[in-house]
């Protein structure tokens, strides 16, 4: 079962335009991480959060993690074709024993020329 | 190469047969991980390893066997393919602990005729 919902499930934007990507979790979370994957290829680590109100920024892609912990936010800032591809937020759940990873069903973005 | 590889990256098979995939690291990563990727259920953990000669189980583990003599060599064994095992497995590692920062090979597509 999913328990960290991404949203949307797919996102068409036009080239230039900003973007949200969502993941939100019922639980408090240990620690949030960001990935893309392009067709045929493995997932790529983007970045990791794990502090409350956390921010972290790498060339025009935002994350934050929320204060709860327990949503993260992912933005682009003028959107190229070399974002395009799935991205997928994994968490740790706070309480969880084993701190094993659980993951979103994954964002496919297309960007429009 | 430095990094983790997995073979074959694409595999066709019958059922019923014996199936084994590869996955190989460099970097010395005490911990590795199989997934298994599928449209509707995102990315789901068959099984992980903490360490050589530690395994345990994941979310999906069975029709699935694992074994680490090594730490960097991490191979999954399907011993009787069925259908329902037709994915894309990827194969990760981490550092030192389950919620450190996993690391993806590129996948294997595995189709079970």
């Known amino acids: 079962s999913q328990e960290l919902e991404q949203s949307p499930q797919s996102l068409i934007v036009q080239e230039g335009k900003n973007l949200t990507i969502n993941c939100t979790s019922s639980?408090?979370?240990?620690?949030l991480y960001w990935y893309k994957q392009k067709y045929g290829e493995g997932l790529i680590f983007l970045m990791m959060?794990?502090?409350g109100g956390e921010e972290k920024s790498h060339e025009k892609i935002t994350a934050k993690l929320d204060e709860k912990k327990q949503q993260s936010s992912l933005h682009i800032t003028a959107s190229q074709p070399s974002h395009a591809g799935i991205y997928l937020c994994?968490?740790?759940?706070?309480?969880?024993?084993?701190?094993?990873?659980?993951w979103g069903a994954g964002t496919k973005l297309i960007i429009k020329p | 190469d430095a990094g983790i590889t997995q073979s074959p990256r694409y595999k066709i098979t019958e059922t019923g047969r014996q199936v084994t995939l590869m996955c190989h690291q460099t970097?010395?990563?005490?911990?590795m991980f199989w997934y298994r990727q599928d449209l509707g259920h995102g990315l789901r953990l068959i099984y992980y390893?903490?360490?050589?000669?530690?395994?345990d189980k994941g979310e999906v583990p069975d029709g699935y066997v694992v074994s680490r003599s090594k730490t960097e060599n991490f191979p999954l064994t399907l011993e009787s393919a069925t259908r329902s095992q037709t994915s894309v497995y990827f194969c990760?590692?981490?550092?030192?602990?389950?919620?450190?920062?996993?690391?993806f090979g590129p996948g294997t597509r595995l189709t079970v005729l």
């Open positions: 990760a590692s981490s550092e030192s602990h389950s919620a450190d920062t996993q690391y």
């Open positions: 970097w010395s990563h005490s911990y």
């Open positions: 390893s903490a360490a050589a000669d530690i395994t």
């Open positions: 639980k408090t979370l240990y620690g």
């Open positions: 959060l794990q502090k």
């Open positions: 994994g968490a740790v759940p706070f309480m969880d024993s084993n701190y094993q990873l659980i």
